[in-house]
């Protein structure tokens, strides 16, 4: 049976954005970890990633589902984002060369944008989103100084934070009451 959900604003665009960044972030980071895990982690995303999909099925776009991406303030949230992530992975990778601290700095990157995504999207969840990323990029610096290798680094900021939105994703659709008959 084919659930109808009443949607909430931008849902739709940014569960999609946060699977496919979810799969990103598990495919991506996984593959310094022993063997089976690597396979094992990827199917488990694609998995998660088709389920959620199939929940999404009952969310349909809102006729303003797009508005906030016209807002200015969303704009400069992602130039400061844009900024920040190459800034610093140019500072990482080619100043500093430590490459294995690169999904650490993007994690925190990602997880600070939330804050600002949710003042422009009035939705008090990317807080928590947000609070989670930047704690997971965070880590990833403090295992990196503690000399942890390169496949723990990627676990903790890289498959942890695809795991993050996956779940928020899953928080969306468990919140999202089904719509009422009129």
């Known amino acids: 049976m ?21 799969v990103v972030f598990v495919v991506v980071n996984s593959g310094g970890l022993p063997s089976p895990w690597p396979l094992v982690s990827r199917i488990a995303a ?7 999909l199939v929940g999404l099925r009952g969310v349909t776009a809102r006729p303003d589902e797009g508005k906030g991406f016209t807002d200015r303030r969303y704009w400069l ?33 990602v997880g ?3 804050f600002g ?18 704690v997971l990029g965070l880590a990833g610096f403090a295992l990196g100084a503690a000399g942890a290798s390169a496949a723990t680094i990627a676990l903790v900021s890289g498959v942890l934070s695809g795991a993050a ?7 969306s659709l468990r919140l999202t009451p089904p719509a009422t008959a009129a």
Do not use: C
């Open 46 to 52: 694609a998995v998660v990633a088709v389920g959620l």
């Open 112 to 114: 600070v944008h939330f």
């Open 77 to 109: 949230v992602v130039l400061a984002e844009a900024v920040a992530l190459f800034g610093g992975l140019a500072l990482i990778n080619g100043v500093w060369r430590h490459s294995e601290l690169a999904v650490a700095w993007i994690a925190f990157v």
């Open 165 to 171: 939105l996956f779940a928020t994703v899953a928080v």
């Open 2 to 22: 084919h659930v109808t959900r009443r949607r909430m604003p931008g849902q739709l665009v940014g569960s999609l954005v946060a699977v496919v960044f979810g």
């Open 117 to 134: 995504l949710a003042v422009v999207f009035r939705l008090r969840r990317f807080h928590a989103l947000g609070a989670v990323l930047t």
